[in-house]
């Protein structure tokens, strides 16, 4: 059987990470039919197995003589038994892998990139040395998210009732992300609905100390902006169009049109000349920068979001007895073809082939 890219990527990435959780056969843990199905026919084809009490993948001998076959071997040993915090860790950046791969970021680099050409993600982790005491390693967030025009530093919200330092947090972030010369804004990710997301976060009972606080103060302790993205669906068209540069600014004069005013508030993405309207383009829930907004204009303020993503803003402005605020909704496709965005392709339909155009067969054997 000649492999897929989509599957030799999801190999590639279980190899990488080391675990995959094995909660991508719960219809409730996973993050898409399509990711149950790639690690069902990896399992099959016993190119991944499960640990001893089924609780995650790892690679397996013939995983990895498929991944040096195809050229993409490198830096990926044979698989050892980690601790279970170790273990939860790299679940997290897996997920956060296998997701941000969906839409085409290199999530296989090794190094801070000196010289930022396209997307790429870099676990926290892979920045540890061999004595595993780089303080970037020992800290919550799971990585960074290289772009041209920015840096994301991105936590997997597993555990919403954790607490979390702000300051050291960012006082290792800003060092590391300061490298690639780009600002700097936090992601908070979780493996749920965007709407459930929020409401977890303004909800939870954080166990903290004097020094610590939950992750949803810490919006307001970080310096820099926060922004909400969940790792489904939603999530992924979220993330084409915040890496599409200058966005918002496109969106504001494709709505306004012989109307749009650049405005010079940071909160707000334009306004309307005719009515005097500011519109805040709040495809990234960035909530700090909304909050800012309605400390200063409520009457003729308009909150655009994608359609999807309605429920959810209702329900934070709720939190901030800001119900009577304007909310507008755009659909994807709409927001797509204003910013020239193209959906990406199936990489389930696309076969995978090596730098010199070959197939990779990995046979027909399957556990029976």
């Not at 009490?53 to 995983?63: A, E, V």
């Not at 390693?137 to 799971?142: A, E, P």
Request: charged content about 25%; proline content about 2%; glycine content about 6%.
């Amino acid at each position: 059987m000649l492999v897929s890219k989509a599957k030799m990527e999801a190999l590639r990435i279980v190899g990488f990470y080391k675990d995959y959780n094995a909660d991508v056969f719960r219809p409730a843990k996973m993050y898409s039919e399509a990711e149950a199905k790639i690690f069902t026919e990896l399992l099959n084809r016993r190119l991944i197995t499960f640990n001893r009490k089924r609780t995650s993948l790892h690679i397996t001998s013939k995983g990895l003589d498929v991944l040096n076959k195809a050229g993409l071997g490198e830096g990926i040993g044979k698989y050892k038994l980690s601790e279970n915090r170790l273990m939860a860790r790299r679940h997290q950046n897996a997920k956060i892998a296998f997701f941000l791969n969906e839409i085409d970021v290199d999530v296989f680099l090794t190094d801070i990139p000196q010289r930022v050409t396209g997307s790429g993600f870099l676990s926290a982790s892979k920045t540890r040395d061999k004595s595993g005491s780089n303080i970037i390693g020992k800290s919550k967030f799971n990585g960074l998210l290289y772009t041209k025009s920015q840096t994301y530093v991105i936590y997997n919200l597993t555990n919403m009732n954790s607490a979390v330092l702000p300051l050291p947090e960012e006082n290792i972030f800003m060092r590391e992300s300061i490298k690639a010369h780009n600002p700097v804004t936090v992601l908070y990710m979780c493996n749920c609905g965007l709407e459930q997301m929020l409401n977890n976060l303004l909800f939870s009972t954080p166990d903290y100390k004097k020094i610590s606080c939950g992750y949803y103060d810490a919006i307001q302790e970080f310096s820099v902006p926060v922004c909400l993205v969940p790792i489904n669906s939603l999530g992924l068209v979220q993330m084409q169009i915040m890496l599409t540069q200058d966005y918002k600014r496109k969106i504001a004069k494709d709505i306004f049109r012989q109307h749009f005013r650049q405005s010079k508030a940071r909160w707000a993405d334009g306004i309307n000349s005719d009515v005097n309207k500011y519109l805040v383009v709040f495809f990234d829930f960035d909530i700090k920068r909304l909050q800012e907004a309605l400390s200063v204009e409520k009457e003729n303020l308009y909150v655009l979001v994608l359609k999807e993503q309605k429920a959810a803003v209702k329900l934070l402005l709720n939190s901030l007895n800001m119900s009577k605020v304007k909310v507008g909704t755009i659909s994807k496709n709409e927001a797509f073809r204003i910013l020239n965005i193209q959906s990406p392709q199936d990489k389930n339909l696309m076969q995978f082939l090596t730098a010199d155009g070959i197939g990779i067969d990995v046979g027909e054997e399957l556990i029976k």
